[in-house]
């Protein structure tokens, strides 16, 4: 049967915002024919063997059809489950899931033993509509349930279960799906945090998925690009695009993320021009992540939370991206603006001792994207004003780690196993995109040089990004640590009179590729 062609031929996107794409996409949607419910698809989601030939008919790109069919609840079995802290890690927690069907009155057991999930709290289905595209795709249907767990006690692990009406988890026949999650302490404790970016689907970013959870983090930081469901990431509807990847990439991270909240922000690839015109709609579909940000329910990707003597800010890089300018000055000005406030907010606040800021664009890269100026320009000065301790990025895929830099500079060498203080020498930038996407590599005559490997450091001639896309040359000599693997970052956060970063990179196999240590005051 056929579905409507609806995409942007390429050369008129190229020239379109986001937002105006989204208005081209909306006067001409047509109603579509066939449907298909995507989670079922995935397989293993519907108790009982799969449910096809669904159909109903919807209006504009974003927009949910109801569903027609009448499938029972106590067969359509809740997958994917991800958490991500409210606004206060001690007391609050999300719980998200997938269903391949829309369900009625889903919700969470939750309780502090397994065997007594008393609680009850209610949840919200948020359906997600992807048009079809005549050749390329069928229409897609999609089912995200959000519950807010609040009132919590610190430092306390949490047993739950989710479930709608029809599929209850305490039920003896799906009691082995209950897990735990743990909240945050009530004081600062010691703690290990996690993060890699440009992730994806396959064998690379499920060992990367399982030598994480070896770490036991009390949580992770996704720097973007998350799924690749957009293959292309240039933010336009003729990129090539299958949204029942998020049901595969959903299924993967699960046995992590159910248990470790899994805290995002958006990458290039992450913007998605079916559903709303900065191309996040389906991220807010997918995500519930704390509302503390310049505009929470409508830039999912920028937020900030304090956990022990840390404090964490995610933030939307493709808003200051020159490379990707699709989205760029999206927020107008308000996201920076938020950035200056929230920084010296959390400077400000006792028993803070570290700022840590992830996003997806790099300040300072060497590898295939290189830095972007956009970046630079805009955040890198509130970044030195404030005295952040550390920044990590995505978007190359491999792991690469400067020098101190201070206004653009080294401020400090930071060789393996050294040390810096940000006050003093400057911030140190992490690359930490070998996720498990296709690696990337290295300029010409830039080798790799890493724990157990360390070659001479020289400069390095790369380029960044300009306004207008330009490629600007430049000779980096802060390119300290370079690894072309698959790799993530374990940082182990130490409070105290004498606090301090442990930072860790680890290739695939454990094997430690670089150590450093940021030091206030030392």
Request: glycine share 12%.
């Amino acid at each position: 049967m056929e579905t409507p062609d609806v995409g942007i031929p390429r050369r008129l996107a190229e020239r379109m915002s986001m937002a105006e794409q989204y208005e081209y996409l909306r006067d001409r949607m047509v109603r579509r024919r066939t449907l298909v419910t995507a989670g079922a698809v995935a397989g293993g989601a519907l108790a009982g063997g799969l449910l096809t030939g669904c159909s109903s008919s919807s209006g504009a790109a974003g927009q949910p059809a109801p569903a027609t069919s009448r499938v029972s609840g106590s067969v359509v079995r809740p997958f994917g489950r991800h958490l991500a802290f409210g606004a206060d890690p001690r007391t609050s927690m999300g719980i998200s899931w997938q269903v391949p069907f829309a369900v009625r009155r889903p919700y969470v057991r939750v309780g502090t033993r397994p065997d007594d999930l008393g609680r009850r709290v209610e949840a919200e289905v948020r359906p997600l509509h992807t048009p079809g595209v005549e050749g390329a795709r069928p229409a897609v249907e999609q089912y995200y349930v959000h519950a807010a767990l609040d009132g919590l006690a610190p430092g306390t692990t949490y047993y739950y279960g989710v479930g709608h009406e029809g599929w209850d988890p305490a039920a003896p026949a799906h009691r082995a799906t209950i897990t735990e999650f743990r909240t945050a302490p009530a004081a600062p404790e010691q703690f290990v945090f996690t993060a890699f970016g440009d992730q994806g689907v396959g064998t690379a970013a499920n060992a990367n998925d399982h030598l994480l959870l070896r770490r036991g983090p009390a949580f992770h930081l996704h720097a973007g690009d998350i799924c690749y469901a957009d293959v292309n990431g240039t933010g336009h509807t003729s990129d090539g695009y299958d949204p029942t990847f998020w049901d595969l990439f959903l299924q993967q991270t699960e046995p992590v993320a159910r248990s470790v909240p899994w805290m995002v922000t958006t990458g290039n690839h992450d913007m998605e021009a079916w559903y709303s015109p900065d191309g996040y709609g389906g991220q807010l579909a997918r995500f519930s992540l704390p509302q503390t940000g310049f505009d929470p329910h409508g830039t999912p990707g920028a937020y900030a939370f304090t956990y022990g003597n840390a404090a964490f800010v995610a933030l939307d890089a493709n808003d200051v991206s020159y490379e990707i300018p699709v989205n760029l000055g999206h927020s107008g000005g308000r996201q920076t603006k938020w950035l200056d406030a929230t920084l010296g907010e959390l400077r400000g606040t006792q028993g803070v001792d570290f700022i840590v800021v992830f996003f997806h664009h790099c300040a300072y890269s060497t590898s295939q994207h290189a830095s972007d100026g956009g970046v630079r320009a805009e955040w890198l000065p509130l970044f030195e004003r404030h005295r952040v301790d550390l920044v990590i990025n995505g978007h190359n895929h491999v792991y690469e780690r400067t020098d101190a830099v201070r206004g653009g500079s080294v401020g400090r060498a930071v060789p393996v196993g050294g040390s810096t203080d940000p006050a003093r020498d400057g911030i140190v930038y992490v690359t930490a995109g070998g996720g498990g996407r296709d690696l990337y590599g290295f300029p010409s005559g830039a080798a790799d040089s890493y724990e157990g490997h360390v070659t001479r450091h020289e400069a390095v001639e790369t380029f960044h990004w300009a306004k207008g896309k330009e490629r600007a040359p430049e000779t980096a000599h802060w390119s300290r640590v370079r690894y072309t693997g698959f790799s993530l970052l374990s940082v182990e956060v130490r409070p105290g009179p004498s606090p301090r970063l442990e930072v860790s990179a680890l290739a695939q196999d454990g094997r430690r590729i670089d150590r450093f240590e940021v030091r206030p005051g030392g």
